[in-house]
């Protein structure tokens, strides 16, 4: 079947230091690619997400990036602080015709002070 | 305030009794989603609905029905549970089939 895959599974850096975390999609049909943020406790939260016509997308501190030839896309966190530590969900989405929605397995940022 | 609220938030029931967790949301959303996480998974998509009386299995339906009677409520029934359906279950509505989705508070279910 179609899969995400996401790494690393564990990322730990420095407050200040960049995060960058990388997922490869196997459904060349995907046409959209959310990040989610999930806290201790709670569901996930959209943070950036880009689109299959779109190369690179930025707000602020976050970036994702796209390369459909390659099916990559990644997550670059810059000036990193304590309170991005968390998990954190790429997945890819083929909307038309239907809601399928595949996650990869997720990222555990741990952001030291 | 916009929100996807679900229920129980916590279950601990026995194999084979039938249950059922709740999902509303107040945003008009037409897409809702059901969701279980687990460790080193990620979240696994069980089943959707794109519309009233309108649903389509995810990845992981083995167990599981759904209905869609009304747009804001989308429950997720266990009509035999068994112990591998032990999980954090999650529900998700979105306006449309490639946006942001919601997420509810999550479900908490052991099945003993």
Same mark, same amino acid.
């Given at each position: 079947g179609e ?94 015709g239907g809601f399928k929605t595949i ?11 | ?31 809702m989603s059901w969701y279980r ?7 696994r998509q069980i089943y959707y609905s794109m519309?009233?009386?309108v649903t389509d299995k995810g990845d992981v339906p083995e167990g599981y029905k759904v209905s869609r ?7 997720l029934? %266990? ?5 591998? =359906? @032990? *999980? %954090? ?5 979105? =306006? @449309? *089939? ?15």
């Amino acid at each position: 079947g179609e899969n995400v895959e996401q790494h690393p599974s564990t990322l730990s850096v420095q407050e200040g230091d960049s995060a960058v975390i990388k997922c490869t999609y196997s459904d060349s049909a995907s046409n959209y690619f959310p990040w989610y943020k999930q806290e201790l406790g709670k569901g996930p939260q959209l943070i950036i997400d880009i689109r299959s016509n779109v190369g690179e997308k930025k707000d602020q501190r976050i970036a994702v990036t796209l390369n459909k030839t390659a099916k990559h896309f990644s997550l670059h966190i810059t000036e990193t602080q304590p309170e991005d530590s968390a998990v954190y969900f790429c997945a890819a989405s083929t909307g038309t015709g239907g809601f399928k929605t595949i996650f990869g397995a997720g990222t555990r940022l741990f952001v030291k002070a | 305030e916009a929100q996807v609220t679900q229920n129980p938030r916590y279950l601990i029931t026995v194999t084979g009794k039938k249950l059922t967790v709740t999902c509303s949301q107040n945003m008009n959303h037409e897409y809702m989603s059901w969701y279980r996480q687990d460790p080193g998974l990620g979240l696994r998509q069980i089943y959707y609905s794109m519309n009233v009386e309108v649903t389509d299995k995810g990845d992981v339906p083995e167990g599981y029905k759904v209905s869609r009677k009304e747009k804001r409520n989308f429950p997720l029934i %266990l009509e035999s549970p068994s112990p591998n =359906q @032990t *999980s %954090l279950y999650f529900c998700a509505s979105s =306006q @449309t *089939s490639e946006g942001e989705q919601f997420f509810g508070p999550g479900t908490r279910l052991t099945v003993l």
